[in-house]
């Protein structure tokens, strides 16, 4: 992996990786790398079909009781208007 698409993917991803953090990133990365092109190179035959169509095994769906909302302010400072407020992240 290339030093600059290392920097720019810490940079993305908003993280700060010392020297050691960054080689097992670099290790991590192009395994998984080196696994995605073992499975692009798969052939699968033309003769497979494909699955398609509505999937009639699901669960029912069923309401069940949740929290209520001054439960949930209790869990943050900062609630506005019915949402958690939280510090700009990105800019």
Not at 22 to 39: A, P, R, S, T
């Amino acid at each position: 992996m290339e030093d600059i698409h290392l920097e720019n993917s810490l940079k993305l991803s908003l993280l700060r990786l010392s020297e050691k953090e960054e080689q097992k990133f670099v290790e991590k990365f192009e395994k998984i790398i080196g696994m995605l092109n073992k499975i692009s190179q798969i052939e699968v035959r033309d003769d497979v079909q494909k699955k398609t169509g509505v999937i009639t095994d699901c669960r029912n769906d069923e309401i069940l009781s949740s929290l209520s909302i001054e439960s949930i302010k209790s869990f943050s400072n900062v609630f506005v208007d019915g949402y958690f407020s939280s510090p700009k992240v990105l800019e």
